[in-house]
């Protein structure tokens, strides 16, 4: 049973609009959220977090929004650009488990 | 060099071969993970080590066999492997294991493999 869900395997945007991507939880213990990105042939690269204790952070483009009560996280990123194009995945943590559950990603593509 | 290192990047092997994956941290961490990435599936965390200590198998099968000789390194050897453990293999290190959840983790670049 996954624990965090990521029900869109793909999003196309286009350059200059907007990126909304999102991600589910089930498990009400998590506390801590954060997002990766991976571009194809390297590693996952951290991206933004946020605290079960916040409702939005913002890093320049980039601002992920927890809703708690929904058990619903997504991030946003405005204005998309072309090397944004690359898979992202949601991650989440309980303080008692340390270990981090990530969802199956979503692959952004940007287009021109 | 810096950062996590995977090698080889890419690894085709027989069910009765053996071989090994091996990890390198650059970034002084005390944690180090092998993770695995399947095709549609989520990133599954197969191990932990802190302070070259086992401290985390979630259930993996015995033909996976981590080795962490000093905090710097990290090995996954490999034998007698299915098909269905073709997937992508990733090593990633943080500073500490009991702070990983609040932390960034930091991944190699993984090795893809491919088991025949």
């Known amino acids: 049973d996954q624990q965090v869900k990521q029900n869109s395997p793909s999003l196309s945007v286009q350059e200059g609009r907007i990126s909304i991507l999102n991600c589910d939880y089930t498990?009400?213990?998590?506390?801590?959220f954060l997002w990766y990105k991976k571009y194809p042939a390297e590693g996952p690269t951290f991206l933004i977090s946020i605290s079960s204790i916040k409702d939005k952070n913002e890093d320049g483009r980039f601002t992920v929004f927890l809703n708690k009560s929904a058990k619903h996280l997504s991030l946003h990123i405005v204005p998309s650009q072309p090397g944004d194009s690359a898979v992202y995945f949601c991650?989440?943590?309980?303080?008692?488990?340390?270990?981090?559950?990530f969802g199956t990603g979503t692959r952004l593509q940007v287009f021109p | 060099e810096t950062g996590v290192t995977q090698t080889p990047r890419h690894l085709v092997m027989g069910m009765t071969n053996k071989k090994s994956l091996k990890c390198e941290q650059h970034?002084?961490?005390?944690?180090m993970y092998w993770y695995k990435q399947s095709a549609k599936k989520p990133l599954e965390l197969m191990f932990v080590?802190?302070?070259?200590?086992?401290?985390e198998n979630n259930s993996v099968p015995s033909r996976f066999s981590p080795e962490c000789p000093n905090s710097s390194h990290l090995f996954l050897h490999l034998h007698t492997l299915q098909p269905e453990d073709s997937a992508l293999y990733l090593c990633?290190?943080?500073?500490?294991?009991?702070?990983?959840?609040?932390?960034?983790?930091?991944f190699g670049s993984g090795t893809q493999l491919s088991v025949l």
């Open positions: 970034l002084g961490h005390n944690a």
């Open positions: 990633a290190s943080s500073q500490d294991w009991d702070s990983a959840s609040n932390e960034k983790l930091f």
């Open positions: 498990n009400s213990m998590f506390d801590y």
């Open positions: 080590y802190s302070l070259e200590e086992r401290v």
């Open positions: 991650a989440a943590s309980a303080k008692d488990t340390d270990k981090l559950i």
